[in-house]
């Protein structure tokens, strides 16, 4: 069955960086397009940043510049490196899979931007 295990969050103070790291099993990986969303306390999730299998990228406007999606398709993960984060980056993050109508989501990783 598709697992995906997200790691990586924790509290860090504005202006300073985490690297989040989603391991997919069950699935055809190097195919898959990858996505990472988050929920902020009280709002609905959000998608932040999407990989497809060659590599293309896309960012929601407010990561722009300071977020980066990447794979490895070798050991079948997605990453998500987050720099100059700022509090309204404070969200619990998943790791995401689609297939057809199918969403398969992880356990959440959450991050707290704080001084």
């Known amino acids: 069955q598709v697992q995906l295990v997200e790691s990586g969050g924790g509290l860090v103070q504005p202006g300073g960086s985490l690297r989040l790291s989603c391991a997919a099993s069950?699935?055809?990986?190097?195919?898959?397009?990858m996505h990472w969303y988050r929920q902020a306390p009280g709002k609905e999730r959000e998608l932040v940043a999407t990989?497809?299998?060659?590599?293309?990228?896309n960012y929601d406007d407010s990561v722009k510049g300071r977020f980066t999606i990447s794979r490895d398709n070798a050991k079948n993960t997605v990453s998500l490196q987050m720099n100059i984060l700022k509090p309204e980056d404070t969200a619990v993050y998943y790791c995401?899979?689609?297939?057809?109508?199918?969403?398969?989501w992880g356990k959440g990783t959450r991050v707290t931007v704080s001084s």
């Open positions: 990989i497809n299998s060659v590599g293309g990228t």
């Open positions: 995401v899979y689609r297939q057809s109508v199918a969403s398969y």
């Open positions: 069950g699935i055809i990986f190097s195919r898959s397009t």
